[in-house]
């Protein structure tokens, strides 16, 4: 009975170690199915990503050739051997607009080495600026401030290849995608116009350009001959750079002698139905005053505006934007970057009207 009973547990044991033999060997062939079905979806995903790009590409070839009259061999000297760049497509995942707040953000411009460059080019341009100024109607320090903000007076213009951001963008990015191939396709016209040579052209990672950062379709639209030279050059030419960004500025409505933003106070829960999405100023003053909001008594009750919040440390602070506060965000429609030249602009013009003055405040 004992040997009988010794038999069946050996007999047992071996009943389990097969079960569980089958069942690791179920498993194993499982995941191998899976593993090649997932491979073999990824392979045909990526086969037909690029059947997609090369469709993509081509459409672009024809177009450039068909309507702007360029030929195959031009588009080559730019397109053979371009590849996605990594980091580009990084960057624009991650812009500093997006992800930091206002107490954070403000500190990457308004810093007082940034000011006292301003103050130092409005010195050396002064007449340049002037003659702006009184052609567009744009003040000289609004000039310097965008300029400030948008490559430190010239020093932070870029290191990447315009050609190559834009097409990266333009292929690779889907969201933008329709947005960043037209600005290439502006790029290869800005390109001819200019005589510019593959790879040598620099930039920031969204493809824009020179001492005012224009993006393509900008620099063809609103960048002008400041020095009457019979040459556009923002990429060199601060002259050119300093009338551009004016034209650019009054071509997108700038109000001479206008307000752009005034602190305002808020009480109650009433202000929140007035913060919206987007820069441009929909709501009466009467609004803002009826809502509980505290706004200069000198702004009229029917003119629009935007109210902001802005996340500092430990509290929120709240503005008021006017009209010429939405035109400054026609070059960069975010609203910490439109407060960042605001603040910039202002610093710089104190400094430089006590710097001029003798010292006198």
């Known amino acids: 009975m004992v040997k009988y009973c010794l038999i069946l547990k050996f007999h047992l044991k071996s009943l389990r170690r097969e079960f569980l033999f089958k069942q690791m060997l179920i498993l194993l062939l499982l995941s191998t199915a899976i593993n ?9 995903t990526k086969m037909l990503d690029e059947k997609q790009l090369a469709l993509d590409v081509e459409a672009f070839y024809l177009m450039m050739t068909s309507k702007h009259g360029f030929t195959e061999t031009e588009l080559n000297l730019w397109f053979n051997d371009v590849k996605p760049n990594k980091g ?9 607009e997006a992800s930091m707040p206002w107490f954070k953000y403000r500190n990457i411009f308004i810093q007082q080495e940034r000011v006292d460059l301003g103050v130092e080019f409005w010195k050396k341009n002064a007449e340049t600026l002037q003659r702006a100024e009184k052609e567009f109607g744009v003040p000289a320090e ?10 430190k007076y010239g020093r932070i213009k870029g290191k990447n290849d315009v050609f190559n951001a834009l097409y990266t963008l333009g292929f690779h990015y889907p969201r933008r995608s329709k947005f960043f191939r037209k600005e290439l396709k502006e790029f290869f016209l800005l390109a001819r116009e200019q005589d ?47 009338g551009s960004i004016a034209n650019y500025i009054k071509m997108h409505k700038w109000k001479k002698g206008g307000d752009i933003i005034h602190k305002a106070e808020v009480a109650g829960l009433g202000y929140k139905a007035l913060l919206q999405r987007g820069l441009k100023p929909s709501k009466k003053i009467s609004d803002f005053r009826k809502a509980g909001v505290t706004v200069n008594d000198s702004l009229g009750s029917d003119e629009l505006a935007l109210l902001i ?5 430990d ?4 503005w008021v934007a006017l009209h010429n506060f939405y035109v400054i965000s026609r070059y960069n429609p975010r ?17 430089y009207k006590t710097s001029t003055n003798g010292g006198a405040k």
Do not use: C
């Open 36 to 44: 090649t079905a997932v491979l073999a979806e990824t392979k045909s």
């Open 335 to 351: 609203t910490l970057y439109t407060m960042a030249v605001v603040q910039l602009t202002e610093m710089i013009n104190e400094r």
């Open 309 to 313: 919040e802005l996340k500092q440390k």
């Open 315 to 318: 509290h929120k602070e709240y």
């Open 88 to 96: 580009i497509l990084k960057a624009i995942h991650r812009p500093a």
């Open 142 to 151: 609004l000039i310097v401030g965008l300029m400030g903000v948008e490559t």
């Open 196 to 242: 510019w040579t593959p790879g040598l052209i620099k930039g920031s990672y969204a493809g824009a350009m020179g001492y005012g950062q224009f993006m393509p379709s900008s620099y063809r639209m609103y960048a002008v001959d400041f020095d009457k030279d019979g040459k556009i050059d923002l990429l060199n030419n601060k002259v050119d750079a300093i």
